[in-house]
C-alpha cells in the first residue's frame, strides 16, 4: 500500500467531474458506490477525528439518497456533495467515461492541445504562452491579450467569483480555475474549442475556434488516469563570454520522463546556474522527488516526510554519482532556482518547498496551489475512478505545505506589460540571481 500510496500526487485532475449526459445506472449501483467511497475514506483518510465524527454524520445524511438514484448525473451530484466535507485535496471522481481500463488503454491517441496557456495576470485572464505554429498562434492570439472566455466559461466572471471568496481559500479556487480554462484548452484531437480574446486598449478582438493537434511530448499513462502527454524542455540561455544559465521545464513527473530528465540536466550542468522550471506543474509520482533531487545535491538530504495511519517514509534525497548507464558524474552544485506559479502543485510543490527549507535552491514566482497530498485510485461499482489522499505530508520544517503551498522568496507576479513585450519576469529574475553569484539566505523560521 505504501509504495501505490507514494506513487500519486497530481492536482491535474482535481477539479469537480461533470458528467456531460445522462445516463441510466441498474439499482443498487448508486448506494454500492456509495458505500464503497464512504468506506474507502473511513478506512484511510488521515484524520481519524474527521472521520468519527464529520464522515459518520454524511453517510447518515446522504446514504438514504444513494438508495433511490439510477442516473449518472444524480449520482455525480451525490458524490460532489459528500466531497465537499473534506477539506483537503486529492479527494475526486474521474468519471467512468474519461477513466480508461485495460481494454481502452491501448487505442487511446493521447491528449490534445491548442497551444494556448492561461495565466492571471493583471487580475485578468490572459494569454500567458502561445506554441509556435499552434492552432493559437495561426489565429492570432499573442501573450497579454486577456481572455475572456473559454467554450462555455466566462473567464471574467470566474474571476471576479474567486476575488469575491475570503482570503484563505483564494488560492485553492484561483488553482482549480486555471486548471479548468487550461483544461478546456487542452481537447482531445481534433476536437475544437471557442476562445474569445480582447485587447486592454480596443475591447473584444475577436472570437477564435480552435483546433486540438496531438501535444509534444512522450504519451503515458499511469494507473486509471488518462493519457497524458509528458515533455522535457531544456535550454542553454547565454549570459556573457561562454557562460549561461541552463533551464530545465517539464510538464509532470512521471517515470517514462526520467531519461529525458537525466539528458537535460547532462545538457546544463556546465552552465553557471540551473533553473528548474515548474510552472504549470500538478505533479505525478511522488517518489520521483527523491531521484530527481540526486542531481543537485553532494550530500544526503531530506525533503520532507509523508505520513499515513499505520507509517511513516522520509523523502530522501542522496547524491547521483552516476548515470543509468552506470557512468560516473558529479552532482550539479552551483546556483538551483526554482520556478512556481499558482498551477505549480502536488509532487512540484514537495520538490520546490523540500529544496527551498534546505537552502538548496530559490524559489521565485508566485505562490503555488497549497494541493500537496499523496493519493490512490480506486474504481468503484459505477465504473467511476475515485481519487482520494491517503497521507499527510510535511516539510524538512515539520509543517504541512496542504494549503499553504510554496511561498516564493522572491515574488514576481505576471503582468499583460510584461507578456505583452514577451517578457518572462519570473524567470529573468532568477537569472539575474544566478548571475550575481546565487548566494541562498535561509529565512529564520520560514
Not at 485510485?377 to 482520494?388: A, I, K, T, Y
Request: hydrophobic share 45%; charged share 20%.
Amino acid at each position: 500500500m505504501l509504495a501505490a500510496a507514494v506513487a500519486i500526487g497530481c492536482a491535474a485532475s482535481a477539479r469537480p467531474a461533470t458528467a456531460v449526459s445522462d445516463e441510466a445506472i441498474a439499482p443498487g449501483i448508486a448506494l454500492a458506490s456509495f458505500d464503497s467511497l464512504w468506506s474507502k475514506v473511513r478506512g484511510t483518510y488521515v484524520d481519524t477525528a474527521f472521520v468519527s465524527t464529520t464522515w459518520m454524520a454524511v453517510r447518515d445524511s446522504l446514504r438514504p439518497r444513494a438508495a433511490t438514484i439510477t442516473s449518472r448525473n444524480s449520482l455525480a451530484r451525490l458524490f460532489a456533495e459528500m466531497l465537499r466535507h473534506i477539506p483537503d485535496s486529492h479527494f475526486y471522481i474521474i468519471p467512468a467515461s474519461a477513466a480508461t481500463d485495460e481494454s481502452s488503454a491501448g487505442a487511446s491517441d493521447g491528449k490534445g492541445t491548442t497551444g494556448l496557456s492561461v495565466r492571471l495576470a493583471s487580475n485578468g485572464a490572459v494569454a500567458w504562452r502561445v506554441e509556435p505554429g499552434s492552432a493559437a498562434a495561426r489565429a492570432g492570439i499573442v501573450p497579454g491579450e486577456i481572455v475572456t472566455r473559454v467554450g462555455a466559461k466566462d473567464a471574467r466572471l470566474s474571476v471576479a467569483r474567486v476575488r469575491a471568496l475570503p482570503v484563505a481559500a483564494q488560492q485553492r479556487a484561483l488553482s482549480e480555475l486555471l486548471h479548468a480554462l487550461n483544461g478546456a484548452l487542452s481537447r482531445g484531437v481534433g476536437d475544437s474549442v471557442r476562445v474569445e480574446v480582447a485587447s486592454g486598449d480596443r475591447g473584444l478582438v475577436g472570437v477564435r475556434t480552435l483546433v486540438a493537434a496531438p501535444a509534444k511530448g512522450t504519451v503515458s499513462q499511469f494507473g486509471n488516469l488518462p493519457p497524458i502527454a509528458g515533455l522535457v524542455r531544456t535550454a542553454r540561455i547565454p549570459v556573457g563570454g561562454s557562460r549561461c544559465v541552463g533551464t530545465i521545464a517539464f510538464n509532470i513527473w512521471l517515470p517514462v520522463l526520467g531519461p529525458d530528465l537525466q539528458r537535460a540536466v547532462d545538457s546544463v550542468r556546465s552552465c553557471d546556474g540551473v533553473i528548474v522550471d515548474l510552472r504549470g506543474n500538478p505533479g505525478g509520482v511522488g517518489a520521483m522527488v527523491m531521484g530527481f533531487g540526486g542531481y543537485f545535491v553532494d550530500s544526503t538530504r531530506s525533503l520532507g516526510t509523508m505520513r499515513t495511519r499505520l507509517v511513516s517514509l522520509e523523502f530522501v534525497i542522496n547524491p547521483r554519482r552516476s548515470r543509468d548507464d552506470g557512468s560516473r558524474v558529479a552532482p550539479f552544485i552551483g546556483p538551483l532556482a526554482i520556478l512556481v506559479d499558482p498551477m505549480t502543485a502536488s509532487t512540484s510543490e514537495i520538490f520546490a518547498t523540500g529544496m527551498q527549507r534546505i537552502a538548496r535552491a530559490r524559489v521565485f514566482g508566485e505562490r503555488s496551489a497549497g494541493a500537496a497530498l499523496p493519493a490512490l485510485m480506486e474504481r468503484l461499482p459505477s465504473g467511476d475512478v475515485f481519487v482520494h489522499a491517503v497521507a499527510d505530508f510535511t516539510d524538512p520544517s515539520g509543517r504541512r505545505i496542504e494549503g499553504a503551498g510554496v511561498v516564493p522568496d522572491e515574488l514576481v507576479p505576471l503582468t499583460r506589460k510584461d507578456l505583452a513585450a514577451g517578457k518572462d519576469a519570473p524567470l529573468e529574475a532568477a537569472i539575474r540571481w544566478i548571475i550575481a553569484g546565487g548566494r541562498n539566505v535561509p529565512v529564520p523560521g520560514r
